[in-house]
């Protein structure tokens, strides 16, 4: 049995975005960029939405409880003609935790705790950073997440998650996920065993 579709769209940009800190859990809020990166991707899901014949209130949509995350999907509703508010929040959506190291740039990180970036490096998969979470354990969360979902979904959330859902979903090996690239104002479209970026 096919499992459903999922629209995955990682939050637009904020300020600590522009100045590379690390975020994790910290309540960032989306900059003026990242609400246009929003509109931006409810644009490519009208689209993809159209050529596939499906009505956008034929999906289910869900959101990481950050308020980066829950506005990128407010946006995105909006901009479908759906009642905002109306989406489930999900706190196995949260960013990965990056414990005493968020709000510090990596030059700043480096600076701090340098033996132990060489250590994450050796194996980014099950590395933790201090008082935080590791992406093995993200994917923990994220499976639990993943067997819950029935229908077709659009979920607004994050790099981290996103890295972990490719993982769980055997797209690629743990080691490589961690490094994947996930860019704001796309679409990336799970399906099957197919991962698909839409821009």
Same mark, same amino acid.
């Given at each position: 049995?096919?499992?459903?579709?999922?629209?995955?769209?990682?939050?637009?940009?904020?300020?600590?975005?522009?100045?590379?800190?690390?975020?994790?859990?910290?309540?960032?809020?989306?900059?003026?960029?990242? %609400?246009?990166?929003?509109? %931006? %991707? /409810?644009?490519?899901?009208?689209?993809?939405?159209?050529?596939?014949?499906?009505?956008?209130?034929?999906?289910?949509?869900?959101?990481?409880?950050?308020?980066?995350?829950?506005?990128?999907?407010?946006?995105?509703?909006?901009?479908?003609?759906?009642?905002?508010?109306?989406?489930?929040?999900?706190?196995?959506? /949260?960013?990965?935790?990056?414990?005493?190291?968020?709000?510090?740039?990596?030059?700043?990180?480096?600076?701090?705790?340098?033996?132990?970036?060489?250590?994450?490096?050796?194996?980014?998969?099950?590395?933790?950073?201090?008082?935080?979470?590791?992406?093995?354990?993200?994917?923990?969360?994220?499976?639990?997440?993943?067997?819950?979902?029935?229908?077709?979904?659009?979920?607004?959330?994050?790099?981290?998650?996103?890295? /972990?859902?490719?993982?769980?979903?055997?797209? /690629?090996?743990?080691?490589?996920?961690?490094?994947?690239?996930?860019?704001?104002?796309?679409?990336?479209?799970?399906?099957?065993?197919?991962?698909?970026?839409?821009?």
């Amino acid at each position: 049995m096919s499992r459903p579709v999922i629209y995955y769209i990682r939050h637009g940009l904020t300020d600590w975005n522009l100045e590379q800190r690390l975020q994790g859990r910290h309540d960032v809020p989306l900059n003026a960029a990242g %609400c246009a990166q929003a509109a %931006c %991707c /409810a644009a490519i899901l009208q689209h993809l939405f159209r050529r596939d014949h499906r009505a956008p209130e034929s999906f289910d949509y869900v959101s990481s409880p950050l308020v980066r995350a829950r506005k990128t999907m407010e946006i995105v509703r909006a901009t479908l003609g759906l009642e905002p508010a109306g989406y489930a929040v999900e706190g196995q959506l /949260a960013e990965i935790a990056f414990g005493e190291w968020e709000g510090l740039t990596y030059p700043e990180v480096m600076a701090r705790d340098k033996h132990v970036i060489a250590a994450r490096e050796l194996d980014k998969w099950a590395f933790t950073p201090p008082g935080g979470e590791s992406y093995a354990q993200v994917a923990v969360r994220i499976r639990q997440w993943y067997e819950t979902i029935e229908r077709d979904t659009v979920v607004a959330a994050h790099g981290g998650t996103a890295r /972990a859902l490719i993982a769980h979903l055997g797209l /690629a090996p743990p080691q490589d996920a961690t490094h994947y690239s996930v860019d704001q104002g796309v679409v990336y479209v799970f399906a099957g065993s197919r991962l698909t970026r839409y821009a």
